[in-house]
């Protein structure tokens, strides 16, 4: 029997993963969540539109670079196909005047041992991006007869799924710091709506970041839909856009988390961290001042690494504090330029999703102490 679907965390070896693609990518047009999205300051701010052909060549080289080290360390790779982004679509609740992208495959599919679940995207312009990996879920579910090929509930992102005027470009720093640390984001919660790059998984333990992509509906769903699994609700109030966790909050191997330093996890929050050793360390400054143009992400892509084994981390080429930080923390760095592949939604960790790494589901934190980030806490009695 071939096993091909497989993985439990961030860090066990990784032997197959699914590589995303720039091809026909789009910035959408703006819609209640992306507005959201895009910081009042950006040169994207109104732009929509094909990606101009040149940036998408070059973002899909950075792909190659990145697919070339993983094949060189025994990794396989697979890729999604494509759809013509720029396509209108609708359902019986919205019309959008453009899809995106697959490029981040990291957003979309949720792999949880032997499941690969698409998720539940708040954005409109990424309901039916799910279907470039459709392809290869019919190849794995074909090949490996245990692997659960599954969709969440789809949401029906009607205008009752947004809160309307949230967006306002006269608000100020301080006030959307404000807004993000009292949990105020653009989602409401008539149902649950969560991308796949908020779920922090730690094999019994899933962290689930509370953001402007993932409400709280969304954790209230993945406690009964895992009730063998420890649900967290985490924040980071210092994001003024908090969307997904991996620019912010990243694991390189069990007891290690590297933690954004303007983005730190609550100290009420770090209970179970400190309770069970972990150590939570502050990540080291990006090497750069501006993200790339034409790109929604922070320059905190600098942390947004993918790990190899508990051993070996790639990490973006130019990042070079990151990459000292990770060589005294003990890591062997391996880099990969990837910069221009940013602007089509994120780093190493984003443009990338886990099919198999060895390993089995491991309980990293026995020990028990009141966590106020537990969904339902009533469900896992301390001591
Ligand atoms: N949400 C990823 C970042 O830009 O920091």
Known sequence: MTKIVNSWNDWDPLKRVIVGRCDNSVIPPEEPATSEKVPVDSEMRGMWGLRPLATVERGNECLENLVKILEDHGVIVDRPTPLQWNQAIGTPDFRNDSMMTCMPPRDILLTIGSEIMAAANSFRCRYFEYLAYWPLMKEYFDEDPSFKWTQAPRPRLTDK????????????????????????????????????????????????????????????????????????????????????????????????????????????????????????????????????????????????????????????ASEVYQQEQMDKLGMNVIPCDLRDAYPFGGGLHCSTADVYREGTCEDYFPNRVKDPTLVRPEMWPEG
């Open 161 to 316: 799924s947004y809160k309307h005027n949230y967006y306002d470009e006269k608000i100020s720093l301080e006030e959307r710091l404000i807004r993000t640390a009292n949990k105020d984001f653009v989602t409401t919660e008539i149902e649950p709506m969560w991308d796949a790059a908020d779920v922090m998984r730690m094999g019994k333990d899933l962290f689930i970041q509370h953001g402007l992509t993932t409400n709280r509906a969304a954790m209230d769903w993945f406690q009964r839909y895992y009730p063998e699994y420890r649900v967290h609700a985490v924040n980071f109030p210092g994001d003024p856009y908090p969307i997904h966790i991996d620019a912010t909050f990243v694991p390189l191997r069990p007891g290690l988390i590297i933690n954004n330093p303007v983005r730190p996890l609550p100290e009420e929050q770090r209970a179970i961290f400190d309770a069970n050793d972990w150590q939570i360390v502050d990540a080291a400054q990006p090497a750069h001042t501006e993200p790339p143009a034409l790109c929604y992400s922070s320059v905190w892509l600098s942390m947004n690494c993918l790990v190899l084994d508990p051993k070996t981390v790639i990490v973006e």
